[in-house]
């Protein structure tokens, strides 16, 4: 028994090691996509000759930084000023419907059909809203903005003439960043996000896969929405939820990957977790709400199978989990391994969970034209998704259990150039408990690396660093930053009145 506990456990590890390798392999499957797949909804229809009515959802709750900016750019949407309607959901608690009440007086004086929907009980949380608002929404096409996008004027004018095809049920545009320079963090946050648009939602577009809306950015045509039985809220992933059910219905939907819709990321790390978090937990219960409906549909299997990975991917951050749990006894049971055994086994699997991710985001930043300038940022962005893993992990385990939850919205601040402040801002994100944990595995890899150093296990130092980097980095910024916020009073802002409007 005591001989073979050690194969069983190294056994474990190497099935751990195969699902990351497996998963990261899989962005090698949507880089082929992406590269042999032809491109669509590049060039845009003819104009209708009747444009019809479209309906502009703005969310909020509790935004009293970016508020007015929304509506502003929303504003200034170039459309038929009677053929456009805007609804401003405010679930908000504070100053923000004040904000809100006093900027759309203003342009209701302007001559906008704009309306200002304020409930108090967020029943449904962000669905619930979209689905009250639905109730009233006069237009047969309805779009959606976030508090923290700012939409170019021309958003509408290249996505409206693609409902011509009677097919289309949803066109998602590609976020772009308003303050992407701002911070190691933010930037390494862009790249991210550009590899889920500019690769994974083109591939699968492209290849005739299903892809998502993502919740805002995007325009549906409003029988899409009713056909696939209306917003429900029984996952934090609304937008996820309610893409593959319209997609089931038999709805096309298309990605636009050369509109880009300007949006702001987040600046707090503790707020950005809380974004992952929500996101990984909403997959998952996707995932467990959909994925038989989707394996018994008759559609291809193709299909099927990059939508059960699609809506599973978020597992990787639990196996990175049990991983960083096991490395350092795997490493203790494999030292004296013949180094041939290390270099056909474990090398190629270390390199399909890593070195395929890199790729990944190296030629995502090649599609959007940065290449090689951003390369420096590489070895961040793979240190930062594992640090998130006890985050995200968590909230994986969370899915697989519980329905719904609370949509606890991650704040924004308006923050877009390098000397806009946060800090003394309200909305502040209070540290979960995964920040001990991430500090534990920091202390842990500086243990297990300095290990290796000194018993010449030289090619696991590249891996262990990157363990090491990423806990540190994720632990650091959690700690660091709530205790500079906490020596400050947040003091109470004025309230924002709407700014000049563009003629029409």
Same mark, same amino acid.
């Given at each position: 028994?005591?001989?073979?506990?050690?194969?069983?456990?190294?056994?474990?590890?190497?099935?751990?090691?195969?699902?990351?390798?497996?998963?990261?392999?899989?962005?090698?499957?949507?880089?082929?996509?992406?590269?042999?797949?032809?491109?669509?909804?590049?060039?845009?229809?003819?104009?209708?000759?009747?444009?019809?009515?479209?309906?502009?959802?703005?969310?909020?709750?509790?935004?009293?930084?970016?508020?007015?900016? !929304?509506?502003?750019?929303?504003?200034?949407?170039?459309?038929?000023?009677?053929?456009?309607?805007?609804?401003?959901?405010?679930?908000?608690?504070?100053?923000?419907?004040?904000?809100?009440?006093?900027?759309?007086?203003?342009?209701?004086?302007?001559?906008?059909?704009?309306?200002?929907?304020?409930?108090?009980?967020?029943?449904?949380?962000?669905?619930?809203?979209?689905?009250?608002?639905?109730?009233?929404?006069?237009?047969?096409?309805?779009?959606?903005?976030?508090?923290?996008?700012?939409?170019?004027?021309?958003? !509408?004018?290249?996505?409206?003439?693609?409902?011509?095809?009677?097919?289309? *049920?949803?066109?998602?545009?590609?976020?772009?960043?308003?303050?992407?320079?701002?911070?190691?963090?933010?930037?390494?946050?862009?790249?991210?996000?550009?590899?889920?648009?500019?690769?994974?939602?083109?591939?699968?577009?492209?290849?005739?896969?299903?892809?998502?809306?993502?919740?805002?950015?995007?325009?549906?045509?409003? /029988?899409?929405?009713?056909?696939?039985?209306?917003?429900?809220?029984?996952?934090?992933?609304?937008?996820?939820?309610?893409?593959?059910?319209?997609?089931?219905?038999?709805?096309?939907? !298309?990605?636009?990957?050369? &509109? /880009?819709?300007?949006?702001?990321?987040?600046?707090?790390?503790?707020?950005?977790?809380?974004?992952?978090?929500?996101?990984?937990?909403?997959?998952?219960?996707?995932?467990?709400?959909?994925?038989?409906?989707? &394996?018994?549909?008759?559609?291809?299997?193709?299909?099927?199978?990059?939508?059960?990975?699609?809506?599973?991917?978020?597992?990787?951050?639990?196996?990175?989990?049990?991983?960083?749990?096991?490395?350092?006894?795997?490493?203790?049971?494999?030292?004296?391994?013949?180094?041939?055994?290390?270099?056909?086994?474990? &090398?190629?699997?270390?390199?399909?969970?890593? $070195?395929?991710?890199?790729?990944?985001?190296?030629?995502?930043?090649?599609?959007?034209?940065?290449?090689?300038?951003?390369?420096?940022?590489?070895?961040?962005?793979?240190?930062?998704?594992?640090?998130?893993?006890?985050?995200?992990? *968590?909230?994986?385990?969370?899915? !697989?259990?519980?329905? *719904?939850?609370?949509?606890?919205?991650?704040?924004?601040?308006?923050?877009?150039?390098?000397?806009? $402040?946060?800090?003394? /801002?309200?909305? /502040?994100?209070?540290?979960?408990?995964?920040?001990?944990?991430? *500090?534990?595995?920091?202390?842990?890899?500086?243990?297990?690396?300095?290990?290796?150093?000194?018993?010449?296990?030289?090619?696991?130092?590249?891996?262990?660093?990157?363990?090491?980097?990423?806990?540190?980095?994720?632990?650091?910024?959690?700690?660091?930053?709530?205790?500079?916020?906490?020596?400050?009073?947040?003091?109470?802002?004025?309230?924002?009145? $709407?700014?000049?409007?563009?003629?029409?």
């Amino acid at each position: 028994m005591e001989s073979t506990f050690p194969q069983l456990f190294l056994a474990l590890y190497y099935v751990i090691l195969g699902c990351l390798a497996f998963f990261g392999l899989h962005r090698i499957v949507l880089l082929l996509l992406y590269y042999r797949s032809e491109r669509k909804g590049e060039t845009t229809p003819t104009p209708p000759d009747h444009w019809p009515c479209v309906t502009v959802q703005l969310p909020l709750y509790n935004e009293m930084y970016v508020a007015t900016r !929304l509506i502003d750019s929303v504003c200034q949407i170039s459309y038929p000023r009677d053929k456009l309607e805007i609804q401003v959901l405010d679930d908000s608690s504070d100053e923000t419907s004040e904000i809100v009440a006093a900027a759309v007086a203003r342009y209701r004086d302007l001559g906008f059909d704009i309306h200002h929907l304020h409930r108090t009980v967020r029943t449904g949380f962000k669905a619930g809203a979209l689905e009250e608002g639905l109730q009233q929404a006069q237009g047969s096409l309805i779009a959606v903005f976030d508090a923290d996008f700012v939409p170019p004027q021309e958003f !509408l004018l290249q996505t409206v003439p693609h409902f011509c095809d009677a097919q289309i *049920g949803m066109v998602q545009a590609r976020w772009d960043h308003i303050n992407r320079d701002y911070s190691l963090l933010t930037q390494i946050q862009a790249i991210f996000l550009d590899g889920h648009f500019v690769i994974e939602h083109a591939a699968r577009n492209w290849s005739g896969r299903f892809f998502n809306f993502n919740g805002t950015a995007g325009i549906w045509r409003r /029988k899409a929405i009713e056909d696939a039985g209306g917003w429900e809220h029984d996952t934090l992933t609304e937008d996820l939820d309610l893409s593959y059910r319209a997609q089931l219905a038999g709805w096309k939907f !298309l990605f636009l990957s050369e &509109l /880009k819709a300007p949006a702001e990321l987040p600046v707090d790390i503790n707020a950005f977790k809380r974004q992952q978090f929500r996101w990984a937990k909403g997959s998952i219960q996707v995932a467990r709400k959909l994925l038989g409906r989707i &394996l018994r549909a008759p559609i291809p299997w193709k299909v099927k199978a990059e939508a059960f990975i699609h809506l599973t991917n978020n597992v990787s951050y639990l196996l990175m989990v049990l991983l960083s749990i096991a490395i350092f006894p795997a490493m203790i049971l494999r030292r004296g391994t013949d180094a041939r055994m290390l270099l056909l086994v474990d &090398l190629p699997l270390f390199l399909g969970a890593t $070195a395929s991710v890199l790729l990944f985001y190296l030629c995502s930043q090649f599609a959007v034209g940065s290449g090689w300038r951003r390369l420096r940022y590489l070895p961040a962005v793979m240190g930062l998704g594992i640090g998130l893993a006890v985050n995200n992990a *968590g909230a994986v385990v969370q899915g !697989l259990f519980q329905n *719904g939850g609370v949509f606890e919205r991650t704040p924004k601040y308006r923050i877009e150039t390098a000397d806009d $402040a946060w800090r003394l /801002k309200r909305y /502040k994100v209070k540290r979960n408990v995964s920040w001990w944990l991430e *500090g534990l595995f920091a202390t842990f890899f500086a243990t297990c690396f300095v290990l290796a150093w000194r018993w010449g296990l030289w090619l696991s130092l590249p891996f262990l660093f990157l363990f090491l980097q990423g806990y540190s980095y994720i632990f650091l910024l959690s700690f660091s930053g709530r205790k500079r916020a906490l020596r400050h009073k947040s003091p109470q802002p004025a309230p924002q009145s $709407a700014n000049s409007v563009a003629s029409k």
